[in-house]
Each structure stands twice: as structure tokens, then as C-alpha cells.
């Protein structure tokens, strides 16, 4: 057995987030996830009111992911949960046993994580000493399956340093990502590239997109803590 060494996330740390409260006529807050959820329990916050982040916009109560699970029957697991214990044991127990179907069901389980709509995985490859894409999954051109990425790509550039990519905001190195997937359904409304290290190096880029907001910053950590785990199955 090989053991190998993941980085716990190549995300940094944020404060949490403080929450804003309104029933229409008058806002209350900061207040912490938590101390919020357990309002809402308790029943002293209705389901009209309004809640916003202190730089955000009003929206519905249910926007805030830990009250809208706490109202979704506890007999109705999310699909990307169902997708991802379904993965997991499927290698478990030897029905995925090609690397290609593999790194394919990786990254649509992956990609079912984030909420996004197609997604990439290009992994190293020592034949050629380069990052060649292994998946593509989502209603998006194929071409790009089995072409290794120019090395003077931007978006492999932040790879190698171990720092993901997100937008919107976009910049250069954003736009580079969103025309990889310029031919998706609907367009590139947020794109985001995760690096998985392996031993210290960067071995994976996992790519996402949708032609919706931006990701959530904690669904691209699960996301990317579920390649680590199924590669690390994989390994061991």
C-alpha cells in the first residue's frame, strides 16, 4: 500500500458570515449562522422575513443553506450526496475498476456537488509530461478529451502555485477558464479551477462552470475533499 499526502484545502480560511434580519419594517443583526438556524427553530424568525450579508442584498430566508436544510425532509438526501455515496461505493465494491470511468464519475459527481453545469478534469501525465484533460462532463463540446494544456496556459500557471480560480470577478487568468467552456449551454456565468496536490504536487485540476451565479466558496471545498478522498481510494 502507497500512502499519499493531500493538502487539507487550497482554500483560505474566511471569518463567518454575519447575517442582517427583516420583517419589512425593521432589520436586526449582525448575527452568526448558528445563533440565526436556531431563531428560525425556535420560531421567533417567520418565513417572510428577509435576510442579507452585510455587503449583500436582501433575499429569502430560505437562501441561507442551513435553514433551507433544516426545512427539507430528512428522508430526501440532496442529489449530490446521493451521487457521491453512490460513487463511493460503487469503487467499493470493484464495479469501477477503468481509470477513464473512474476520473469520469469523479468529476460528475463532482460536478453535481457544486450545482454546476459541465465540468473538466485534466490530470498529469508523465508519458508527456504535462496536464492532459482526462474528463469532460456536461453538455460541452468533447474536442478537448485526451489534449494536453499549453504550458504557457494562464489558468495551469495558478495551478502550479496551488491556488484555485473563480469568478465572477473576472480577470485575465478567470477569462481564460470561462472560454474553455464557451461552447456550454447557456454560456459562463461563474467558472472556478480547484488544484489537487498529491505529495506536494500538483497532480488535478478539477474545472467547473454554470451559466448561473457564482459558486459557493464551501461547495468547491467538498468538491474538491471529494477528489482527495476517491483518489486516495484509488491509491491505497
Not at 429569502?60 to 460513487?87: G, Q, T, W
Not at 492532459?132 to 502550479?160: C, F, H, K, M, N
Request: charged share 25%; with cysteine.
Amino acid at each position: 500500500m502507497q500512502l499519499h499526502i493531500f493538502h487539507q484545502t487550497v482554500f483560505r480560511p474566511q471569518p463567518p458570515p454575519l447575517w442582517y434580519v427583516s420583517d419589512g419594517e425593521r432589520s436586526v443583526g449582525p448575527v452568526l449562522t448558528g445563533r440565526l438556524v436556531d431563531h428560525v427553530q425556535a420560531g421567533q424568525v417567520p418565513d417572510w422575513c428577509r435576510v442579507r450579508l452585510t455587503r449583500g442584498r436582501w433575499r429569502k430566508l430560505d437562501f441561507v443553506r442551513e435553514i433551507s436544510a433544516i426545512k427539507r425532509p430528512m428522508n430526501r438526501p440532496s442529489k449530490a450526496a446521493a451521487k457521491e455515496a453512490f460513487l463511493e461505493l460503487s469503487y467499493q465494491t470493484g464495479c469501477i475498476r477503468d481509470e477513464d470511468e473512474f476520473l469520469h464519475e469523479t468529476t460528475e459527481a463532482a460536478r453535481a456537488m457544486v450545482g454546476g453545469q459541465c465540468a473538466m478534469l485534466h490530470c498529469f501525465q508523465r508519458s508527456v509530461r504535462a496536464m492532459v484533460t482526462r474528463s469532460v462532463v456536461g453538455r460541452i463540446p468533447t474536442e478537448r478529451l485526451g489534449q494536453p494544456l499549453p504550458d504557457d496556459d494562464p489558468v495551469l500557471q495558478v495551478a502550479r502555485l496551488n491556488r484555485p480560480v473563480f469568478g465572477p470577478p473576472y480577470g485575465p487568468t478567470e477569462d481564460a477558464l470561462a472560454r474553455r467552456f464557451a461552447y456550454a449551454e447557456g454560456g459562463v456565468g461563474a467558472a472556478a479551477m480547484i488544484p489537487i496536490s498529491i505529495d506536494g504536487t500538483v497532480s488535478m485540476m478539477l474545472e467547473v462552470s454554470r451559466p448561473g451565479h457564482a459558486f459557493r466558496r464551501g461547495d468547491l471545498q467538498r468538491a474538491e475533499q471529494l477528489v482527495q478522498r476517491m483518489v486516495r481510494m484509488r491509491s491505497n
